[in-house]
């Protein structure tokens, strides 16, 4: 310590007997000035934050000596909001409190000015549509208000964008929003608030599959927005959900613990399955129900607490006529399937089948864990690969495009009507029905809140080509266009309504 003193103290003593020998000259230097940059700034993400300071110099006349540069510090690490004089930049933070800095140099000298202020960033999402499409194989995620405002997701996604999803709030796990993409990473999920990255898909399961590949996505309430009188049960508090990847069901118990995704559920007996990427969540236990491709029969879980997969309940009484769900033979592949027009919890299930080029009909009727064959029959109307579906929550039928135009088909009568028509040069490649059940309407009507999504490809328009149509679903499955917003995506494949 003394010698730490010593070497500290002799400098200083020396330093003092020393006598000024030179002459200097001084020069006022350019002082800078910054006002009218307030301390704190209230903005709302994704939308532009325009500030004009007013800069002053004392030994200047003009800014062409000044340079300007505008800092942010995100998440410990500083990022450039702007090199201009003013800032007029679209703020793409996630919401929370930013520490800012504006500087003003002056290039001759080296000298500066600052001033710090503070940005409370706010999040101007709330409640709206998410669409997803495709673009030079990238995954575009795209963003309609429910005011019509457009926002456009600014950062990667991934590759071929597959489904975009959004997961309601659990009593133990907040919501999500997953962009299901077919590469490495399987896409990423999202924090629904501020559309910000949360984390890679791969990272939604306990153990990543060793082949990521995600393909659906459903929830055990899907089986009540077909019901009228539970249809705000729909959107309410998540309890289990479900994803098919890789052909395989992977299950989240969402009411309990579970953050992640468990590992891939296994049939009870020893014959395997190949899961067709249509899942159905039902509200019995809750539960979910499958097709299994490789031996034509349905399988569905029992409960939460299980990974197995069983075949599906039936009642001894019940005639396993117009078709066995054990056995729906051989060739059968599902392209379509949701939950039809319901009554007094009977839910009916709509199910579109290829057999070889043959398209079927089938129809069941699920009640409280019970599945009753109802319906099958073949479709004389063209269906390609190309062909979207719907249903209607209103009556029997179900929708599906023809290039350009919307029919309706019904499955009493077995016809089909045109029911709206888009432009010509436009040709439909994404249809979804939803009840979206909006949170500022506290005078809810089950009937005022079904929609029909539809995405369309049409020329290009500043590079593009996909334009979304809000159709309501009306009583009488006649369809009346809500909204249309066009060019504001690429080739669109998937709908998500947001909360």
Known sequence: MKKFLIYIIVPILLSSCMKELGSYDYKEVNEIKIDSVKTIYNALQYATLNIVPQISQTRENNESNLSFLWLCTVNTEVDTLSKERNLNKEIIYAPGTYSCTYYVIDNNTGIFSLAKFQMNLQSSLGEGLLVLSNKDGNAKLSYIHGNGTIIQYPDYLGKSGVGVNYHPKSSYSPDYVSVMCNDANGGVILDPASLTKRFDF??????????????????????????????????????????????????????????????????????????????????????????????????????????????????????????????????????????????????????????????????????????????????????????????????????YSDNNKIHNFDVEVRSSLLRYSLPENEEITCMKSEYYSPKNDKNQYYFDHLRLYVGTKGPAVNGNVGSVYILRINADNTLTLISSYKNIAAEIVSFAWKK
């Open 202 to 399: 791969s990272n939604f399961f306990y153990i990543p599959p060793k082949t990521i590949n995600p393909q659906s996505y459903a929830r055990s309430q899907d089986y009540y927005k077909s019901l009228p009188n539970y249809g705000s049960i729909y959107n309410s508090t998540l309890y289990s959900e479900y994803i098919c990847n890789d052909n395989k069901i992977h299950m989240r118990y969402a009411h309990g613990a579970g953050l992640k995704m468990d590992a891939a559920m296994v049939p009870s007996d020893d014959k395997g399955y190949f899961a067709s990427p249509h899942i159905l969540g039902s509200n019995y236990g809750p539960t979910c129900m499958i097709f299994d491709e490789k031996n034509s029969r349905f399988l569905e879980t029992k409960n939460t607490n299980s990974i197995k997969l069983s075949p599906i309940t039936i009642r001894t009484t019940t005639i396993r006529k117009p078709f066995d769900p054990d056995n729906l033979g051989a060739n059968m592949k599902m392209i379509f399937s949701d939950f039809g027009p319901s009554l007094s919890g009977n839910a009916k299930i709509y199910m579109i089948f290829d057999s070889l080029g043959q398209k079927q009909f089938l129809e069941a009727i699920h009640y409280y864990g019970n599945f009753t064959p109802a319906k099958r029959f073949k479709l004389d109307f063209p269906i390609t690969s190309k062909t979207k579906f719907g249903v209607s929550y209103v009556t029997p039928c179900f929708y």
